[in-house]
């Protein structure tokens, strides 16, 4: 099964209610070599589900000094492709490997 790291909206139970039917158990690790910054959202269903016009965005870095803290979900296909169809067309859904040592799938900076 796919990994999935979510820093920010992702671990919202309402975002993971509508987002995927249900709650999703996950543990804390760290994405190495990004920084956060913030998105404007102009989806209104996206600021209802979530309930911010401005979401965090994870953009790289490179430098072994930024981290960001956040959730590793254990997923299935299905569910990436509805965590697809959540995130914007600011984001991409790219494969990392956590300061865990994990392989998870993040959405960062398209």
């Known amino acids: 099964m796919p990994h999935l790291f979510a820093y920010g909206t992702l671990q919202q139970e309402a975002v993971q209610l509508s987002t ?3 709650l ?3 543990e804390d690790d760290c994405l190495a070599g990004y920084i956060l910054a913030q998105e404007p959202i102009h989806d209104p269903a996206v600021i ?3 309930g911010h016009a401005v979401h965090p965005i994870a953009k790289h870095t490179g ?3 930024h981290h960001i803290p956040g959730t590793v979900f254990e997923v299935s296909e ?3 492709l ?3 169809h959540y995130e914007m067309s600011a984001y991409r859904r790219v494969e990392v490997t956590l300061e865990s040592g ?3 799938w ?3 900076e398209a």
Do not use: I, K, M, Q
């Open 24 to 26: 999703l158990s996950g």
């Open 102 to 104: 994990r392989s998870a």
């Open 78 to 80: 299905a569910e990436l």
């Open 48 to 50: 209802a589900t979530s």
């Open 106 to 108: 993040v959405y960062v």
């Open 63 to 65: 430098s072994p000094h």
């Open 20 to 22: 995927f039917g249900h």
């Open 82 to 84: 509805r965590a697809d």
